[in-house]
C-alpha cells in the first residue's frame, strides 16, 4: 500500500522541500497607482530554495485536486 503525497516543489531544481511553506500578506503604502489599482506583496517562507538557492517569487497549486475542495468556496 502506498499514498499519494502532494509536497511542495522548487520550480528550478525540482527538488521537494523539507520544510513548512508559509506566505504573510505584505502592507504597501498607497501610491498613485496603487490607490486605483492596489498591490499585493508577500512574503513567502522559506525565501529562497534550500538546494539550489533560487529566491521563490510565488506559490503555485496543482491545476485540478482529485476531489471537491470546498474550503476556498464562499
Ligand atoms: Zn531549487
Same mark, same amino acid.
Given at each position: $500500500?502506498?499514498?499519494i503525497l502532494f509536497g511542495p516543489v522548487c520550480s528550478n531544481c525540482h527538488e521537494?522541500? /523539507?520544510c513548512d511553506i508559509d506566505y504573510e500578506e505584505?502592507?504597501? *503604502? =498607497?501610491?498613485? !497607482? =496603487? !490607490?486605483?489599482e492596489p498591490i499585493k506583496r508577500y512574503n513567502i517562507t522559506p525565501y529562497s530554495c534550500p538546494f539550489?538557492? *533560487?529566491k521563490f517569487m510565488r506559490i *503555485? $497549486? /496543482?491545476? %485540478?485536486?482529485p476531489? %471537491?475542495?470546498t474550503i476556498f468556496e464562499i
Open positions: $500500500m502506498a499514498d521537494v522541500l /523539507p505584505v502592507r504597501v *503604502e =498607497s501610491t498613485a !497607482v =496603487s !490607490v486605483i539550489c538557492g *533560487e *503555485e $497549486m /496543482p491545476t %485540478r485536486l476531489y %471537491r475542495n
